[in-house]
């Protein structure tokens, strides 16, 4: 499996943006496939992930009411629409995948896509 995002850019704070994550060579057993981002100086973050076959979703409390991820199961290709975005969403932003939400939550990920900078400034 790979995955290539894009959609990154500048926005202003409480602009929106959608990044997409396409995915190459079939899901096989990636189970669930998701976002995280890096801000610069700062640790990857764990952000939203959906299990392509059921659409089951998960956001960690930050960006929750915010972000929303969806699927488009013909396309294979999972989105993150961003919106209300915030001065501290900037960040690089990384389509992963991995076999369970629990190895989502930790960190432990089979699959990372090369990066899609969020830049959020006015």
């Known amino acids: 499996l790979q995955v290539v995002e894009s959609g990154g850019g500048t926005v202003q704070p409480g602009g929106s943006l959608r990044l997409s994550c396409a995915a190459f060579?079939?899901?096989?057993?990636?189970?669930?496939v998701g976002w995280y981002r890096q801000a610069p100086g700062k640790e990857r973050e764990p952000l939203s992930c959906?299990?392509?076959?059921?659409?089951?979703?998960y956001y960690v409390n930050s960006v929750e009411g915010r972000f929303t991820i969806s699927r488009d199961v013909a396309r294979n290709t999972v989105y993150l629409q961003m919106n209300n975005l915030k001065p501290e969403d900037t960040a690089t932003y990384y389509c992963?995948?991995?076999?369970?939400?629990?190895?989502?939550?930790?960190?432990?990920?089979?699959?990372w896509g090369q990066g899609t900078v969020v830049t959020v400034s006015s």
């Open positions: 992963v995948g991995t076999s369970h939400l629990a190895l989502f939550k930790s960190n432990v990920i089979d699959v």
């Open positions: 060579g079939g899901t096989g057993n990636y189970y669930v």
């Open positions: 959906i299990n392509p076959a059921d659409g089951t979703t």
